[in-house]
């Protein structure tokens, strides 16, 4: 997994102990997430089934795409689409992706990177692998979130972050058992380089066979933790956690996650996506690639997008 990272974590900044009186957040839910597919075919696992909207708000879904290794000839992505109304957020752990959008965003990203698309009043987007990836196959594993933006600003001018592997502001647990990205948002006052309309924080984490993370988490906030591979534990009373499982914490000033003394080999370390973020707490309709606060704004989102309202295709 060759997400960034550093051969000596003792010489990052190290995240805040939780202090006298801070108080560490249950865990409400662990669910599993189901297997479908996506796009022109690629497998994900949908990290927020069965999960209450009140648990995710601001969040929408997140998929995790792969892991898979392709035979050459194998490798797939999405087709040309239309998105209003939020934003998505691509975070590419290994491989490669290619994004082309109509308002001149786009780029590749690959091993840590992050493309971040707020679609606001509408856009077309294409997501593929690059030709030579196609051609000669190897290892695609990534995460799409979902965010949701307040009424006030689903019909602003659509934006695009380009945010590089080594923007990420990284860090490290009092005892350097775990690394710790800081993608969006900010933990215990170190920032990430992300830049949100929905108040929010985003966050992998690595942590080593037998250590212990205790992550200071923003007291407004809800909390999940996703688990990309290996097992280990959530919350203080240790409940148990796998790859493609997601947790729901409740309220508190910290998160705790830990991972099993013994890991597999493929994957020696529990690897976790952490999400939280202020609820935005309004109606929320939702059909397809468009997400409004009512049922006549989809249609209207239906209807411009079938009229070219939302722009055209560039040539090539």
């Given at each position: 997994?060759?997400?960034?990272?550093?051969?000596?974590?003792?010489?990052?900044?190290?995240?805040?102990?939780?202090?006298?009186?801070?108080?560490?957040?249950?865990?409400?839910?662990?669910?599993?997430?189901?297997?479908?597919?996506?796009?022109?075919?690629?497998?994900?696992?949908?990290?927020?089934?069965?999960?209450?909207?009140?648990?995710l708000d601001p969040f929408l879904m997140m998929d995790q795409m792969g892991e898979v290794d392709y035979a050459p000839g194998e490798p797939k992505g999405t087709p040309w689409h239309p998105h209003r109304g939020f934003e998505t957020v691509t975070y590419m752990i290994d491989g490669v992706f290619e994004h082309t959008d109509n308002h001149g965003g786009g780029g590749t990203i690959t091993n840590g990177d992050t493309q971040w698309m707020t679609a606001g009043a509408g856009i077309l987007h294409i997501e593929t692998p690059p030709e030579w990836l196609v051609q000669a196959g190897g290892l695609f594993h990534g995460v799409q979130l979902w965010v949701n933006l307040p009424k006030s600003?689903?019909?602003?001018?659509?934006?695009?972050?380009?945010?590089?592997?080594?923007?990420?502001?990284?860090?490290?647990?009092?005892?350097?058992?775990?690394?710790?990205?800081?993608?969006?948002?900010?933990?215990?006052?170190?920032?990430?380089?992300?830049?949100?309309?929905?108040?929010?924080?985003m966050v992998h984490a690595s942590v080593e066979p037998g250590?212990?993370?205790?992550?200071?988490?923003?007291?407004?906030?809800?909390?999940?933790?996703?688990?990309?591979?290996?097992?280990?534990?959530?919350?203080?009373?240790?409940?148990?956690?796998?790859?493609?499982?997601?947790?729901?914490?409740?309220?508190?000033?910290?998160?705790?996650?830990?991972?099993?003394?013994?890991?597999?080999?493929?994957?020696?370390?529990?690897?976790?996506?952490?999400?939280?973020?202020?609820?935005i707490r309004e109606q929320i309709a939702w059909a397809g690639p468009f997400v409004m606060n009512t049922k006549a704004e989809v249609m209207q989102a239906y209807e411009d997008f079938q009229k070219g309202r939302f722009g055209h295709i560039p040539a090539g």
């Open positions: 997994m060759p997400a960034v990272t550093v051969d000596d974590l003792t010489v990052l900044d190290r995240v805040k102990a939780p202090g006298l009186g801070d108080q560490p957040r249950g865990v409400l839910q662990i669910s599993t997430a189901p297997t479908g597919y996506e796009g022109e075919g690629f497998p994900v696992r949908r990290a927020f089934a069965g999960i209450d909207h009140k648990h600003d689903k019909l602003m001018q659509p934006k695009y972050q380009d945010i590089h592997s080594g923007e990420v502001k990284l860090l490290t647990s009092p005892d350097a058992g775990a690394l710790v990205r800081v993608i969006a948002g900010e933990v215990g006052g170190n920032k990430g380089p992300g830049s949100t309309h929905s108040p929010m924080t250590a212990r993370l205790e992550l200071p988490w923003t007291v407004e906030y809800n909390a999940l933790v996703y688990v990309l591979s290996g097992s280990g534990t959530v919350g203080v009373d240790g409940r148990p956690i796998r790859a493609g499982q997601t947790a729901v914490f409740g309220p508190g000033d910290f998160l705790t996650v830990a991972a099993d003394a013994q890991q597999e080999s493929r994957h020696p370390k529990l690897e976790v996506i952490v999400l939280g973020g202020e609820p």
